[in-house]
C-alpha cells in the first residue's frame, strides 16, 4: 500500500544505517563527529544489554511463534517497507537523512491532525530476513534509547542493542535457552547469559 511520507517538523528525529558519515542535528546545531570512540562505557554497555534482555522476556521471545515485527507494532511504532513508499518519498527519504538511510531509517514526528507523537522504522525489504532483523532492531534502539540527534554515540548504542537482540534471537532458536530460563525460573542461568554477553560485547568494539 502506497502512502505519502508524513510531513516532517522541526524536530522530527532521523536515524539511519549502522554507521554515520556527517553528524548534523535536526535542529540549527550540530554534532562534532570528528572524534569516534572505538567502545562504549562498561556501565552503558551493561544498561543496554539489560533493557534488551528485559524487552525480549517480558514479550516472551521464547515461545513457540513469536514475532518480533509484532511486538513492535503493539508498541504503537509503524514499520513500513520500502517497497511501500512511492518513489518520489523515497527520493525525499534520500534527502533528508544524513546517514545510510538505504538500510533503514527511524522517523518521530507529530501527527499533522491530532499533535500526537508518530513513530515509524522504515526498512529495507529487499534484504536477508536476518538483516532485516538487525535493520529494524537497530532503529528500535534509537526510538527506546530516546535519541533526539544523529551521533556516532548514538549509532554505537544502536549497533550493540541490535546485536544482543540478534544473538539472543539466534541462540533461542538453536537452543531454546529462553524457554528453559522461563519454564525453570532459573535467574541463575538468566544473570550467566547477562555476564556472558557483557565479557563478548565489552571484550571488542563495539562498532
Known amino acids: 500500500m502506497n502512502t505519502k511520507l508524513p510531513k516532517r517538523c522541526k524536530n522530527a528525529a532521523l536515524h539511519g544505517g549502522k554507521r554515520l558519515e556527517n553528524c548534523t ?10 572524534t569516534k570512540p572505538s567502545t562504549l562505557p562498561s556501565r552503558k554497555v551493561s544498561q543496554i544489554i539489560l533493557t534488551v534482555v528485559n524487552l525480549l522476556s517480558e514479550e516472551g521471545y521464547f515461545r513457540e511463534g513469536f514475532d518480533y515485527m509484532e511486538m513492535i507494532r503493539k508498541k504503537g511504532i509503524v514499520l513500513k517497507e520500502y517497497s511501500a513508499f512511492k518513489s518520489e518519498n523515497l527520493l525525499e527519504l534520500q534527502k533528508v537523512s544524513i546517514g545510510l538511510w538505504n538500510e533503514g531509517l527511524c522517523l518521530i514526528f507529530p501527527d499533522p491532525q491530532t499533535g500526537a507523537t508518530c513513530r515509524m ?17 537497530h532503529e528500535l534502539a534509537h526510538i527506546m534509547l530516546r535519541h533526539t540527534q544523529q551521533s556516532n554515540l548514538g549509532e ?3 549497533t550493540l542493542f541490535s546485536g544482543v537482540a540478534m544473538l539472543l534471537m539466534v541462540l533461542e ?35
Open 121 to 137: 522504522i522504515a526498512y529495507n525489504d529487499n534484504k536477508s530476513a536476518a538483516e532485516v532483523m538487525q535493520i529494524i532492531f
Open 156 to 158: 554505537m548504542e544502536a
Open 173 to 207: 532458536q538453536q537452543f531454546h535457552i529462553g524457554r528453559m530460563i522461563a519454564e525453570k525460573g532459573d535467574k541463575t542461568m538468566l544473570k550467566g547469559i547477562q555476564e556472558g554477553l557483557m565479557r563478548k560485547f565489552n571484550a571488542q568494539e563495539v562498532l
Open 25 to 34: 542535528e535536526q535542529t540549527d546545531k550540530t554534532t562534532d563527529c570528528t
